[in-house]
């Protein structure tokens, strides 16, 4: 199973990025996407989830400001940030379970690479 995540970048407090995650090789009828991110010295967090059944899961911080799809495809993820702030900045990460979702790292067995995001003030 691989995951290809994409779309970072730098951007302006308050802009918007929009991350896509795209996984191949996986098989199961129901699985769940994540997006978590990870500053320098922060662990790794959980930011938003979504199942194949349209489940969607966001991490207080982000509430109003991100929105997450499936772009109507299997396997597939978009994560929309809008309102971004210097706070953001992170590396993000999509994973991918075959249950449903977790804020735990450990509840994913597939990771994408990152993908920096930097929010400038």
């Known amino acids: 199973v691989q995951l290809q995540a994409y779309g970072g970048g730098l951007v302006q407090a308050g802009g918007s990025l929009r991350l896509s995650c795209a996984a191949s090789g996986f098989t199961g009828t129901y699985y769940s996407i994540g997006w978590f991110r990870q500053a320098p010295g922060k662990e790794r967090e959980g930011v938003s989830c979504?199942?194949?059944?349209?489940?969607?899961t966001f991490a207080d911080s982000v509430k109003g400001r991100f929105t997450i799809s499936d772009d109507n495809g299997r396997y597939t993820a978009s994560l929309q940030m809008n309102n971004l702030q210097p706070e953001d900045t992170a590396v993000y990460y999509c994973?991918?379970?075959?249950?449903?979702?977790?804020?735990?790292?450990?509840?994913?067995?597939?990771w994408g690479q990152g993908t920096q995001v930097t929010v400038s003030s």
């Open positions: 994973a991918l379970s075959g249950f449903k979702c977790s804020d735990n790292v450990r509840g994913y067995a597939y």
């Open positions: 979504i199942t194949s059944n349209g489940f969607r």
